[in-house]
């Protein structure tokens, strides 16, 4: 049984988009198109959102729904031009009907939304299955087994081989823990005497502790800067992720091209 269509991504030089094919719980298909450089004028989004809407509602006659995002993710506003922000529409008989403004259900023909309708118009994409979500599910499941079967194993299993050993030898016991901690003490004194130098793993670490100590220290100085530091360091990883994207349907296309 089919649950949803993969996604579509097509890139346009200052901006890509993304065709999210409707399903079984969402008639509308939902298209996007995001931004990866600063946008000049809203009436040029405005112009292009119409432009890819005509062009993906003909090439799947599926009501849709269009709006687009900038750089950051964040849904571009497109007032005062338009009071709303997404336009959504419909193709019936070569015509396309489409509005700026919210429509109810009934707007859209009913024929559009049935699942037998979807399967014929997206019959060529990629589809996802329940058998294929299920397999998800269960390696997803398969992995966390395993996960947990080493933590318990390290947490309870070895600790408990070790107090038995203890409880039957305390002498052997005894003597691991005296050789512990004179490996430690000699090691700590050998460091200190600078006889046995650090690794570039340990200066590198001591290195970030100290900067973390150092960053803790002035954000509890200057809360609101830290605040505002972490907002921009949020607003960045969104961008750096919006340009890898990007870039990842542009090399995708060049090599389809070639290939073709």
Not at 36 to 44: A, F, L, R, W
Not at 114 to 127: A, N, P, V
Request: charged letters at 30%.
């Amino acid at each position: 049984m089919i649950v949803r269509w993969k996604t579509i991504k097509e890139h346009r030089g200052d901006y890509f988009v993304e065709y999210h094919p409707a399903c079984s719980s969402m008639y509308l298909a939902i298209l996007t198109i995001v931004y990866t450089i600063p946008i000049s004028e809203k009436s040029v989004v405005v112009k292009i959102i119409e432009k890819e809407f005509k062009l993906w509602i003909q090439q799947f006659p599926i009501p849709l729904m269009a709006s687009a995002r900038d750089a950051s993710d964040s849904l571009i506003c497109l007032r005062p031009i338009h009071s709303e922000h997404f336009l959504s529409g419909f193709i019936d008989e070569g015509i396309i009907q489409s509005s700026w403004n919210l429509k109810g259900d009934t707007w859209f023909p009913k024929y559009q939304k049935e699942d037998h309708y979807r399967k014929q118009i997206y019959s060529d994409l990629d589809s996802i299955t329940r058998e294929d979500i299920d397999l998800k599910i269960d390696h997803q499941r398969k992995i966390a087994k395993t996960g947990w079967v080493i933590v318990f194993v390290w947490a309870v299993i070895i600790p408990s081989l070790i107090a038995l050993l203890g409880f039957f030898n305390l002498f052997f016991v005894g003597v691991i823990a005296l050789t512990y901690s004179l490996f430690r003490a000699v090691k700590k004194a050998l460091e200190m005497l600078g006889a046995l130098k650090k690794t570039k793993a340990q200066k590198e670490k001591e290195k970030e502790e100290l900067s973390k100590e150092h960053h803790h220290y002035h954000c509890k100085l200057n809360p609101n800067g830290f605040l505002q530091l972490r907002t921009e360091n949020l607003e960045k990883e969104i961008r750096e992720k919006i340009q890898k994207e990007s870039q990842e349907i542009k090399n995708s296309e060049q090599i389809n091209e070639s290939d073709s």
